[in-house]
């Protein structure tokens, strides 16, 4: 699913750093707010939202670069208006994921919390995706041929524990394929 269109808006989104050397997060989005932090060239980050060319980095983004609370994370997209005349930032869909959860971690029929779990995911499994949408990751068709999960049924991993208050934190993180050069940020 490399070069789709951005995920839907509902759930989150991944942005790669296409501008080099880096590109500032800043305080509010506008070009002359303060940096208060960094996105690296190739680096691959989550958004949790996005408007008017702005992406505003996802807490768990926020978290590992240690930005305090009273200060916003907000990335330029496109540099034109900075006289930049390239984007900064391209959409990337993610293929391959990590558990990072302490335990198992459940795939499920379809992208509920209701639906049945059909099979589990060890702790620091990596897996490949067929795509992101709404806060969920779909299994790719080799991963399902792999679990015997027939064509039929859904195969469906929730990304955030925190989804309705269960409190359970990050489930999994996005990561680059298995023999790949570490490009995420940890």
Same mark, same amino acid.
């Given at each position: 699913m490399q070069g789709a269109p951005p995920p839907e808006a509902t759930g989150p989104s991944w942005f790669r750093v296409v501008y080099e050397p880096q590109v500032p997060v800043r305080k509010f989005p &506008? /070009? *002359?707010a303060p940096p208060v932090a960094?996105?690296?060239?190739g680096e691959i980050v989550e958004a949790q939202e996005t408007q008017f060319g702005w992406m505003r980095l996802a807490q768990?983004? *926020? &978290?590992k670069r240690d930005i305090?609370? &009273?200060c916003e994370s907000w990335a330029l997209m496109d540099g034109t208006s900075v006289g930049v005349a390239t984007a900064l930032l391209e959409p990337y869909v993610p293929k391959f994921w990590e558990v990072q959860f302490t335990d198992c971690v459940a795939v499920r029929k379809t992208a509920s919390l209701d639906a049945p779990p059909i099979t589990w995911l060890q702790p620091g499994e990596i897996f490949e995706a067929a795509g992101a949408h709404g806060g969920w990751v779909a299994l790719s068709a080799v991963e399902r041929i792999a679990r015997d999960i027939s064509k039929d049924c859904g195969a469906w991993v929730l990304i955030d524990g925190d989804v309705r208050q269960k409190g359970l934190g990050r489930l999994i993180r996005?990561? /680059?394929a298995p023999g790949q050069r570490q490009e995420l940020h940890e």
């Amino acid at each position: 699913m490399q070069g789709a269109p951005p995920p839907e808006a509902t759930g989150p989104s991944w942005f790669r750093v296409v501008y080099e050397p880096q590109v500032p997060v800043r305080k509010f989005p &506008d /070009p *002359r707010a303060p940096p208060v932090a960094f996105l690296q060239a190739g680096e691959i980050v989550e958004a949790q939202e996005t408007q008017f060319g702005w992406m505003r980095l996802a807490q768990a983004e *926020r &978290d590992k670069r240690d930005i305090s609370a &009273d200060c916003e994370s907000w990335a330029l997209m496109d540099g034109t208006s900075v006289g930049v005349a390239t984007a900064l930032l391209e959409p990337y869909v993610p293929k391959f994921w990590e558990v990072q959860f302490t335990d198992c971690v459940a795939v499920r029929k379809t992208a509920s919390l209701d639906a049945p779990p059909i099979t589990w995911l060890q702790p620091g499994e990596i897996f490949e995706a067929a795509g992101a949408h709404g806060g969920w990751v779909a299994l790719s068709a080799v991963e399902r041929i792999a679990r015997d999960i027939s064509k039929d049924c859904g195969a469906w991993v929730l990304i955030d524990g925190d989804v309705r208050q269960k409190g359970l934190g990050r489930l999994i993180r996005a990561c /680059p394929a298995p023999g790949q050069r570490q490009e995420l940020h940890e």
